[in-house]
């Protein structure tokens, strides 16, 4: 199969199923599940056409960019569908602060729902998508974004919710704007639509992660029609395999309003015999075999089913399910002090110092499974 | 002799079963026919020969009951065929309209089911305050001005609180009298748009359900019997017949709980893995406490996607029709002239297991040229279903196997996974005993808050087991022996306070019939 990187110009019908696959599979495990989003986005491309999508540099510099993303709970939106009009009441409250309206939507997280469903919202704007986001994956918290590691202020949040209202937040710091829109989404059924970090081109240089709609469209297509899905998707991941195996326990608990979990995944055919447990906050966060760490956030880590290498989210994690557990490097911004600060295992509560997935995978001797 | 009997029908892909169980649940008669492409011809000759085996003369006439599974509904969906045209509304305005009805639907189905769609301001938030008060006026105009078979009712977060569909039943029947109408809370659980699907698909399926109501009542009463119908639903239930024709779509897919619910009445044990054997491939699923183990995925219809709860079936392409060297195509029907046992030249799974001393099937030996590569077949089944054995059984090797259908002797006698292999007396005709045997249930789900804080979470929980238990009262379960077999609860996250959906089932055994 040639692996060039196919030039994405626009996103169509038939795109969204591929993007919604790499979404999920770049959720790691959170991130939401992406049908919704994906039938919205189907829905929104046949009426308003398909999605322009653009790099950076196709955008003026004083374009500005509104990265928009869904809030609240998953099994929320999935019931609460949301309304056919929340983008464009974000736009117009963006046009009425800056005096321009917005030249390109960006997905805030391309991991799970919120990777898929901009493509909607871009489609009812009538505006281009950008190829990029702010997360290169799924992560639970507001802040946990490429902007604020690049210093960028966090010092406007817009929401509405399905009812109308329009918040207009300007928050101090990043860690405010999080717990100010948490707030408001609690207070709007616990989904509400969200815009924040709204930047000119110029000042997304550096400040987001490029090119991960046209990476997770390509992720999702690497599978379709492959004899060995599951090789197919670690080799266009880059991935590490973790292990292949039966999910043989899963324990669950809600604290904080996170769904926290351990799963444990007992090694089978080559890898029978090895136990991998993976510590779970909404994302799959940290990977340990036999007391030692083999991934850990912000490294993507995901859940696949063994046969056809869906992702699975951990929601939908099941006692004996087939899975293959993959690990592969994350934006290099996210291994910077202040990105590791953010996002590394310590802000979710686990006292280890980060190492990339691919510096443990080559120490630690062939039996591992193989880096591609 | 008094006592009573009643019978089971399964409709299958290949074959349609049927079999007679007294008061005790014995089997009296079994009959196996094949499956007519309209159904109802088939589900007739079953019937028949399965009255001709009674023993005695005349015993037809102490059947009391009759139990059908049958695919009747999901045919009609797969053939767009003798469909009702249905109103679909939604209650969620200004919510949800990102994604109006029966987006997703394939055109065909769409056309043929769709008389109109319109979302009203309406639904509930996830703390049950309203999104809406309920647009009454727009329900009415809707109502007056989409003329349709039937109306389907769905209305945000309505499995937590149904009052605003119920006001809109009311205000229908107020309208334009008596129209069929589905509610969404009373056929699916949380998931708006799966939920709906569900619920359009219910309502176009009343015509149906009443066509197959007729096509039995006069296939009974033509020969003589008077008898409470009942019919078999995707958990391994029963339903009235009268709560059946309202909810049909819970018919579909009632064939693997049939089969497991009658391997577990015929081989005595409530914990298993079970492999049923047919013509073309081996269905196993697991029993837990007696019931079908369920899958959490989604599943699809016709290319509608719906949120039921299915039995967890894995099935592998191994069958008595299976051709050795052509998996998985199936000679299928035609064994009885293909198989090389039967005369025919085509060397099929039968034959393996008959060259491996499984079974006795068949007119002739195997001939000699075929044993070697019989038994490497034997051998590779074999390791197909360890595998499968083991994919199911989540890694406990401590129940038995329970082998069923009518290929059950293709099985080894020792399948490793399995503490041991049962093959029950007429495991051929399990998935019909199962019909004939299962209980009547009700189910719910909701969602409560997550943890202790006393009374509200305790309260919400009674509740859904009462409304659990009164809706398997309903599909005709006795109240008097009613009890919530099933009750799970799956954590939500990011909620203020945290919070889970609550999933009760009731199930009881059918109430006795009045004299």
Redesign the interface.
């Known amino acids: 199969m040639v692996k060039a990187p196919r030039m994405q110009a626009r996103i169509t019908l038939e795109d969204v199923a591929a993007l919604a696959r790499g979404c999920a599979v770049l959720g790691t495990g959170g991130g939401g599940d992406v049908r919704p989003g994906a039938i919205a986005a189907r829905r929104a491309i046949r009426e308003y056409g398909d999605v322009p999508l653009v790099t950076l540099n196709e955008l003026p510099g004083d374009a500005l960019v509104l990265p928009l993303s869904g809030i609240g709970a998953p099994t929320v939106s999935n019931e609460m569908v949301h309304g056919a009009d929340e983008a464009v009441r974000i736009a117009e409250e963006i046009e009425r602060i800056f005096g321009r309206p917005p030249a390109a939507v960006m997905s805030s997280e391309i991991g799970g729902g919120n990777g898929v469903a901009p493509v909607a919202w871009a489609a009812r704007l009538g505006l281009p998508l950008l190829d990029a986001d702010a997360m290169g994956r799924a992560f639970p918290e507001v802040q946990m974004v490429s902007m604020y590691v690049a210093g960028i202020p966090a010092n406007l949040v817009v929401m509405t919710d399905v009812v109308g209202n329009v918040v207009t937040i300007r928050p101090i710091d990043g860690l405010w704007s999080e717990r100010v829109a948490r707030a408001v989404c609690v207070a709007a059924g616990s989904s509400a639509l969200m815009a924040d970090y709204v930047l000119t081109a110029r000042e997304c240089a550096g400040a987001v992660i490029e090119g991960t709609v046209s990476r997770a469209i390509a992720v999702g297509r690497a599978t379709e029609g492959a004899a060995d899905p599951l090789a197919a998707l670690t080799a266009e991941l880059g991935a590490v395999r973790l292990i292949t195996g039966k999910l043989a326990d899963l324990e669950r608990r809600t604290t904080g309003g996170f769904a926290r979990g351990t799963a444990t995944i007992e090694g089978t055919g080559d890898d029978r015999g090895r136990t991998l447990t993976l510590e779970i906050q909404n994302e799959n966060l940290v990977a340990v075999e036999d007391g030692r760490v083999r991934a850990m956030v912000p490294d993507l880590i995901t859940v696949v089913d063994t046969q056809t290498a869906t992702a699975i989210q951990t929601e939908g994690l099941r006692y004996g399910q087939r899975v293959t557990v993959l690990a592969w490097p994350c934006d290099p911004l996210w291994r910077t002090p202040k990105g590791l600060e953010t996002a590394g295992p310590r802000a979710f509560g686990y006292d280890m110092d980060y190492l990339p997935v691919e510096e443990i995978a080559s120490s630690s001797g062939p039996t591992s499974g193989e880096a591609a | 002799m008094s006592t009573t009997l009643r019978v089971g029908i399964d409709v299958g892909g290949t074959n349609t079963d049927a079999v007679v169980l007294d008061d005790d649940d014995r089997v009296v008669a079994a009959a196996k026919r094949p499956t007519s492409p309209d159904v109802t011809e088939g589900l007739r000759a079953a019937l028949d020969a399965v009255l001709a085996a009674l023993p005695e003369p005349g015993m037809e006439k102490r059947v009391k009951r009759v139990m059908l599974g049958t695919t009747h509904a999901t045919n009609a969906i797969l053939e767009r065929r003798a469909l009702g045209r249905v109103a679909v509304l939604r209650l ?9 009805p029966l ?2 639907w394939p055109d065909d189905l769409r056309d043929t089911v769709a008389a109109g769609a319109a979302i009203v301001r309406g ?1 509930y ?3 049950g ?1 309203e ?2 008060p309920l647009d009454e006026d727009a329900v009415r105009k809707f109502a007056a001005t989409t003329p349709a078979d039937a109306i389907a009712v769905t209305g ?2 309505s499995p937590a609180g149904a009052d605003q569909e119920n006001r809109v039943a009311e205000i229908i029947r107020a309208e334009i009298g008596d129209v069929p109408v589905s509610l969404s809370h009373e056929i699916g659980s ?4 799966e939920r709906e699907n569900a619920t359009v698909l219910n309502a176009a399926l009343y015509g149906v359900a009443r066509d197959v109501t007729a096509a039995l009542h006069e296939a009974l009463r033509s020969r003589g019997l008077e008898v409470e119908t009942y019919f078999a639903q995707n958990d391994g239930t029963l339903m009235a017949v009268d709560y059946a024709a309202r909810y049909p779509v819970l018919t579909i897919g009632s064939g693997p709980a049939n089969s497991l619910r009658g391997a577990a009445y015929l081989s005595g044990v409530t914990d298993a893995i079970v492999a049923d054997v047919g013509g073309t491939s081996t269905d196993l699923g697991v029993l837990v406490g007696g019931f079908p183990r369920e899958s ?1 995925a ?1 599943v699809e219809i016709g290319g509608v ?1 719906t949120n039921f709860r299915m039995p967890d079936i894995l099935s592998i392409a191994l069958g008595g029709g299976t051709i050795v060297g052509a998996e998985p195509r199936s000679v299928g029907y035609r064994i009885g002239t293909e198989a090389l046992v039967f005369g025919g030249s085509t060397p099929t799974m039968t034959d393996a297991a008959v060259a491996a001393g499984r079974g006795t099937v068949g007119t002739r030996p195997v001939p000699e040229e075929w044993r070697e590569r019989l038994a490497r077949a034997v051998r590779a089944a074999d390791e197909a279903v360890a595998d499968a054995v083991d ?5 406990r090797a401590d129940r038995p196997l329970v082998a069923v259908g009518g290929g059950a002797f293709l099985l080894a006698d020792r399948v490793p996974g399995a503490r041991e292999v049962i093959r029950p007396a007429h495991a051929e005709v399990a998935n019909a005993v199962g019909a004939a045997i299962a209980l009547a249930s009700g189910r719910l789900e909701t ?1 409560v808050p ?1 943890s202790g804080a006393g009374n509200p979470r305790a309260r919400l929980i009674d509740k859904a087991k009462e409304e659990a238990a009164a809706r398997a009262v309903a599909a005709g379960a006795d109240p008097a022996t009613v009890q919530i077999v099933e009750l799970s609860e ?7 306070e ?4 609550l999933h009760v089932k009731a199930a009881g055994p059918l109430a006795r019939q009045a004299g």
């Open positions: 969620g305005a200004p919510a949800t309209t990102s994604v109006p987006s997703e639904g938030f996830v703390d305050s999104i809406a945000v977060f949380l998931g708006l748009l959490a989604a996607t994919r199911v059984a989540l890694g969602i997550a799956i954590p939500l996250s990011y909620l203020p945290p919070a889970v959906r």
